[in-house]
Each structure stands twice: as structure tokens, then as C-alpha cells.
């Protein structure tokens, strides 16, 4: 189904200038949120994934929902100080400032096929400090899966790996 409806957009959210992509109303209606995470996971049904890896906090939802489709486990990557056990993190770079991205040190066996999985595809910045992250735990990434790549912002340039980068809408 058609999905671009459900997604609501938000002028000047979080701050000016920027045009928030507001999911809310797809995850709120049971057939599109359940039809977003069949797009989100076809082309990956046969890439025998080991573990989805979702970022804080949206792709916990997306990831997770996604998880169960494919019959997989789901690893989360936070914000620091949020998970409890050891932890691995990357610094990556933001518009104005840093941000750092963290998972549990034992979260991911070496070589385990992992599918990376956000709500929005912006800059690249995000998705690209997960990539490093999991080749620091020794993942194998099998491809990554957003809901919405934003075009103009040209994220995936920043996407220089031998997997596949699917989005299920292109703005
Ligand atoms: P980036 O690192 O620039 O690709 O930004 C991607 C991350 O920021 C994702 O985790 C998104 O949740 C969030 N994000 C960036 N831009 C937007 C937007 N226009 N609408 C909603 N979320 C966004």
C-alpha cells in the first residue's frame, strides 16, 4: 500500500529550518504500520540475518516489529549512559557538535549477518557511525533499512559498503 499519507510533516521541528517527518500516524493505524514492516524487511528475507540492530528511538520500533518478521533477535543502540552492561561507543559528528552511539560490548558475536535498521535516512551521519560501530563488534552487515531516505540531503553517498541500502519511501 501507499504509505506516503501516513507520514505527517512538521515545520520547524525539532528546531527552524528543519522539516520533521512525523511517523506517528502510520505506527497509529494497524494496517500501514504492519505493511511498513513488509516493506521494510522484503528485500532482506533471504539474506539469512542473524540479528536486527535498531538506533534510539525510532528504529527501536521499526527494528524491532522488523525483528519479528524476519525471526531474528534485536540488539539496540543507544544513546550514552542508557544501557546497564559494558558498553561499546562511537563518536560521530553532528551539524553543531557531537553525539555518541552506544551497544552492549557482548551484544553481537563476531561474524553475526546484522541488519541495521532506522526510521530516517538524513545526512548519513547516523547510519554511518552504526556501520562503524558494528564492524567494531566484528558484524558481518548484511544491508540496511529505513523507512524514509530524505533525497536531498544525499545520505546515501555517505553509504560506501558492498550491502544493500533499502528505503521504502524516497523524498
Ligand atoms: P542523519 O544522521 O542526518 O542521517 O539523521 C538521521 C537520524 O536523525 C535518524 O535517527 C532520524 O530519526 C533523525 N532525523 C534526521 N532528520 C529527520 C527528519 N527530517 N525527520 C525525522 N527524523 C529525522
Known amino acids: 500500500m ?9 515545520a520547524d521541528f525539532p528546531k527552524p529550518g528543519i522539516g520533521f517527518k512525523d511517523l506517528t ?3 497509529g493505524d494497524a494496517r500501514a504500520f504492519a505493511d511498513s514492516i513488509e516493506q521494510l524487511i522484503a528485500p ?13 528511538a525510532r528504529g527501536f520500533i521499526f527494528g524491532a516489529a522488523a525483528a519479528t518478521g524476519l525471526g531474528c533477535g534485536f540488539v539496540p543502540m543507544r544513546k550514552p549512559g542508557k544501557l546497564p552492561a ?15 552511539l552506544e551497544m552492549h560490548v557482548d551484544a553481537i558475536r563476531p561474524g553475526a549477518r546484522v541488519l ?14 552504526a556501520a562503524a560501530l558494528l564492524d567494531r563488534a566484528g558484524a558481518e552487515i548484511v544491508g540496511a533499512g529505513l523507512l524514509i531516505e530524505l533525497l536531498a540531503l544525499q545520505g546515501r553517498s555517505r553509504w560506501q559498503r558492498n550491502a544493500p541500502l533499502h528505503a521504502v519511501i524516497a523524498i
Open 25 to 27: 500516524p502510520l505506527l
Open 2 to 10: 501507499n504509505l506516503t499519507p501516513y507520514i505527517r510533516d512538521i
Open 116 to 129: 541495521l535498521i532506522d526510521d530516517v535516512l538524513a545526512t548519513g551521519g547516523t547510519l554511518s557511525a
Open 86 to 100: 559494558a558498553t561499546i561507543s562511537v563518536d560521530y559528528a553532528l551539524e553543531y557538535g557531537s553525539d555518541r
Open 44 to 56: 532482506f528475507r533471504e539474506s539469512k540475518v542473524d540479528c536486527i540492530c535498531g538506533i534510539e
